[in-house]
């Protein structure tokens, strides 16, 4: 029986090694397309999982309100300096540290206070104490940055009031009044109100948070801006006197370049990192 020859055999030796060649080079593209299609298909997926991550919480409608903070400052005669916050955030907390000294080293100079994010994550004692602070600043503005600098280092409202010369019954006036006219309360007890049905919402700032694009605690914002600051005194001091058209001399006296622990106590640290609550 006459031996069955295979496809190459029958060619003739240069049109095998042509041949040959040829379905090398097919198989290396081929190999190379399926490799080059993982790579973006990986690459794809990597970038929606960290939009995914990345997504801001919002309390708005659906709006995308997402905000990178700016090292570049817009300019003013008079700057407004605004720190977002939730009242028991350990971040808040930590650059609101850092945010005091400058606040009471520069408070003739520019328009400087602190607000709250519009959704709560600890509970219905941060929606008091927000309002609480929130009222203090209102009504007793020369209070509110002792009364802060003694919070910050202690959980301890009662003392802080005590403190500073003030009780809750000198704040009830204000603080029912706000309570009822944002329906704080009445919206903790809804959860149907809750943003993701999850945190309850806090909107004596709502207005501001949407313009803003506040997703978290903390927030510096300047003249309207998100601005990026490191959480030491003196970051925050020289973020403030950037903003301004003709710094005052204040702007000269270095404040402290160290940096807070996050949450309750006046502990240094060394760690002066960005994190936030929610954001």
Known sequence: MEERKTFFSSLEPKSALVVGIVGGVLVLCTVGFFVMLGLSLTNRAVESKTKNNNTPLTADDGTNNTVTPSSVVTKADRPKVELFVMSYCPYGLQMEKAYLPAWELLKNKADIDVKFVNYAMHGKKEIDENTRQYCIGKD????????????????????????????DSKLATCVNGTDKQYQLTEKFNDQTTWLSGRYPVYEVYNDLNKEYGVQG???????????????????????????????????????????????????????????????
């Open 217 to 279: 605690s903390p927030t510096l914002v300047i003249n309207g801006q998100e601005v990026s600051a490191g959480r030491t005194p003196e970051a925050v001091k020289q973020a403030i006197c950037a903003a301004f058209n003709n710094p005052p001399t204040e702007c000269t006296q270095t404040l402290s370049n160290s940096a807070y622990s996050a949450g309750f106590g006046l502990t240094a640290s060394d760690n002066a990192a960005n994190a936030e609550c929610g954001g």
């Open 140 to 167: 007793f503005s020369d209070k509110i940055i002792p009364y802060l600098k003694c919070f910050v280092g202690e959980d301890n409202f009662t003392k802080c009031l005590s403190a500073v010369g003030l009780t």
